[in-house]
T-cell receptor, first 114, second 112 residues
Framework: DTAVSQTPKYLVTQMGNDKSIKCEQN?????MYWYKQDSKKFLKIMFS???????INETVPNRFSPKSPDKAHLNLHINSLELGDSAVYFC?????????????FGPGTRLTVT | GEDVEQSLFLSVREGDSSVINCTYT??????LYWYKQEPGAGLQLLTY?????DMKQDQRLTVLLNKKDKHLSLRIADTQTGDSAIYFC????????????FGTGTQLKVEL
């Protein structure tokens, strides 16, 4: 009965490669997010989708492209990976339409770029 | 702009109370949250408080909000070794995108 799930949990890849991270939520929420946690544990929002529509894009390089095929899924594709992309990426969801602003987070995907 | 600050470390003895503090700068913050992150794990929502509240209690957790001073605290009663983790406060304005702005995190260490 996992609420917010992400795959893969770990991702090790070389510079220049393209990779994707997938996120799914079964909470019936209408809004999903991607956050990045750096090596100092600092968390910052990257994107937010509400009902499959992009509503937040926080000065993230164009190499990062989120895609939301439906309300329950938000994937993150990263092109031409760089060393600085190494971080833990967290997906989250909430239900803005019902004014329930609690955000529930997935377990994270640890991306290591070598 | 938004800025959320926390002290980096807190060490307490098992059984004592822990108080983790957070200050924020944005007076339009509507919702304030506390998350717990254990090593190698995701973020667990512990509790949240609306800006029109002063206090919220949930079992061992007590959240105090001083809106005038933009100060939020989380008190954990009878702290246990399982409470050792990083605690993040976060704020949002609700509505729209409802993005969370996180604090820097406080590493809580509980000693026997």
């Amino acid at each position: 009965d996992t609420a917010v799930s992400q795959t893969p949990k770990y991702l090790v890849t070389q510079m220049g490669n393209d990779k994707s991270i997938k996120c799914e939520q079964n909470l019936g929420h209408d809004t999903m997010y991607w956050y990045k946690q750096d090596s100092k544990k600092f968390l910052k929002i990257m994107f937010s989708y509400n009902n499959k529509e992009l509503i937040i894009n926080e000065t993230v390089p164009n190499r990062f492209s989120p895609k939301s095929p439906d309300k329950a899924h938000l994937n993150l594709h990263i092109n031409s990976l760089e060393l600085g992309d190494s971080a833990v990426y967290f997906c989250a969801s909430s239900s803005i339409g019902t004014s329930r602003y609690e955000q529930y987070f997935g377990p994270g995907t640890r991306l290591t770029v070598t | 702009g938004e800025d959320v600050e926390q002290s980096l470390f807190l060490s307490v003895r098992e059984g004592d109370s822990s108080v983790i503090n957070c200050t924020y700068t944005d007076s339009s913050s509507t919702y304030l949250y506390w998350y717990k992150q254990e090593p190698g794990a995701g973020l667990q929502l512990l509790t949240y408080i609306f800006s029109n509240m002063d206090m919220k209690q949930d079992q061992r957790l007590t959240v105090l909000l001083n809106k005038k001073d933009k100060h939020l605290s989380l008190r954990i009663a009878d702290t246990q070794t399982g409470d050792s983790a990083i605690y993040f406060c976060a704020e949002s304005k609700g509505g729209g995108g409802n993005k969370l702005t996180f604090g820097t995190g406080t590493q809580l260490k509980v000693e026997l």
